[in-house]
């Protein structure tokens, strides 16, 4: 995984979900959709001095899970020296306490990420699980595709701005729902298709802001939210 792929990634999920062709940079597309999202911070590996990507960057030493498991036999041991008081304690243990970063276990082409498990093309996300083809998310899992920004959110595909949600599919800025097809802004509802600015709602269809439109109506309007999200 790296920014060229991740880019392409990119261009896909907004084709998809627009029908546009992506206008924004990988950086835009961070800045512009991503910016309240808990994302992996570079920091900088103790024992090499390489950048690495950390979820949390309070620990003041880190080390790459990679390097971390291939280290020498004895490297973190040290001999045994005299304890007299709790700062002895503490002052040895920050010798060897390293943060691991970059945690993958189980997943291919993961970049700048962390907390990573059984998952494929990821790039600067972290606490991703059983998913592919995620860029910019934290805490998705259960079977996610093509997913841009999408927090605590499972079993969805091609959807950018997923938040606390599920069985969602190409649709952007969805949260606490389920079962949503084809959808923008949607807040607290279930079983939506083709709706868009709706709250509250169930089994609704081309409804915009919690109001029946007829199909024509809806698609054209669709279109200027489309142009809008992309351009504003």
Request: net charge negative; proline share 3%; aromatic share 12%.
């Amino acid at each position: 995984m790296n920014d060229q792929v991740a880019k392409q990634i990119v261009d896909k999920i907004i084709g998809q979900i627009f029908g546009y062709q992506n206008p924004l940079s990988l950086e835009q597309v961070m800045q512009k959709f991503a910016f309240d999202v808990r994302l992996p911070q570079q920091v900088y590996d103790s024992l090499t001095g390489k950048p690495t990507w950390a979820l949390s960057t309070n620990p003041a030493k880190f080390v790459q899970h990679e390097a971390q498991m291939t280290l020498p036999e004895g490297q973190a041991e040290r001999p045994k020296r005299p304890i007299n008081s709790i700062q002895d304690v503490l002052t040895y243990w920050q010798e060897t306490n390293w943060m691991a970063t970059e945690r993958y276990n189980d997943s291919i082409n993961v970049a700048e990420s962390d907390n990573i498990r059984k998952s494929e093309n990821v790039y600067r996300s972290s606490d991703i699980g059983d998913s592919k083809n995620i860029i910019f998310s934290d805490s998705v899992y259960d079977g996610c595709e093509y997913i841009i920004a999408g927090q605590r959110s499972a079993s969805s595909s091609f959807c950018i701005r997923l938040e606390d949600s599920s069985q969602v599919s190409n649709s952007f800025s969805v949260n606490w729902s389920s079962k949503v097809v084809n959808s923008f802004f949607i807040q607290d509802a279930y079983d939506m298709q083709d709706c868009m600015f709706c709250s509250h709602l169930t089994g609704k269809q081309y409804w915009i802001a919690n109001m029946p439109f007829e199909r024509e109506e809806y698609l054209k309007i669709k279109d200027l939210v489309a142009r809008w999200i992309l351009t504003s």
